[in-house]
């Protein structure tokens, strides 16, 4: 939601964040500077000193994405829905400035119903059914290979090339569709999702400090290494 106060100017906006969202014992000056810089970040310096209630549908998302970064997350930038009400040229730029925040180290979550496109920019995927379960989550692939071929092995009917992976994915996922994906079982015993495990708990052991390594093979390990809760995760 680009919910604003619509006569504070784009640079009152994302200070307002950061004053209020960073921990009190950084100094106002170093928040000040930070604003600065996500403002450049963003693209926001010539409408800067403008009022949001001003900007066009895709500055607004501009700023609304500048305050979520002005806020300094440690570890994840959540967006919803971060191309709604866009044009496709417009929801193109946004995903593309996301793309390359994504590329100097920002995490970003989005909840998402894209275009083949816009579906194309990112790279990993977190599918749910009704009633939350998990269908899938893991890499997409390039072209969503990696994707189609995950359900196409596990028992989904083949992909054109023509057709749109997403509603691909959607009509996968239709009750009557789900042969072997009615449970968490078939993606708890493929070796994507140990992959994926083993991700989450090195990024929680070392706070993604250090570049990911190689997964090992699965020997026995202590019960507080990454890789033995991995294995639990997978029950």
Known sequence: MDTHVPTDTVREALLF???????????LEEKVAYVETCLKMCGLEAVADASV?????????????????A??????????????????????????????LAANGQAILCTHQPSAELFQMFD???????????VYFGDIGQDSKTLIHYFESNGARSCDTSENPCAFFHISCEPMMLIPFQELSTLKRSTLMVDVCFRLCY???DAGNRPFPPRP???????????SRSQELLG
């Open 124 to 134: 990993r995927l977190l599918l749910l059914r009704k009633g939350g379960q998990v």
């Open 217 to 227: 093979a699965f020997p026995r390990r202590s019960p507080n290494s990454s890789l």
């Open 71 to 100: 806020a300094k997350s440690k570890l994840l930038l959540f967006l919803d829905e971060p191309t709604s009400g866009l044009d496709s040229q417009s929801s193109w730029a946004i995903l593309l400035f996301l793309k390359q």
């Open 17 to 27: 964040s950061a004053t209020l969202r960073q921990p009190a014992s950084v100094p």
């Open 203 to 205: 990024i929680v052991d």
């Open 53 to 69: 209630g001003s900007l066009g549908i895709e500055h607004r998302k501009r700023t609304t994405i500048g305050v979520e970064l």
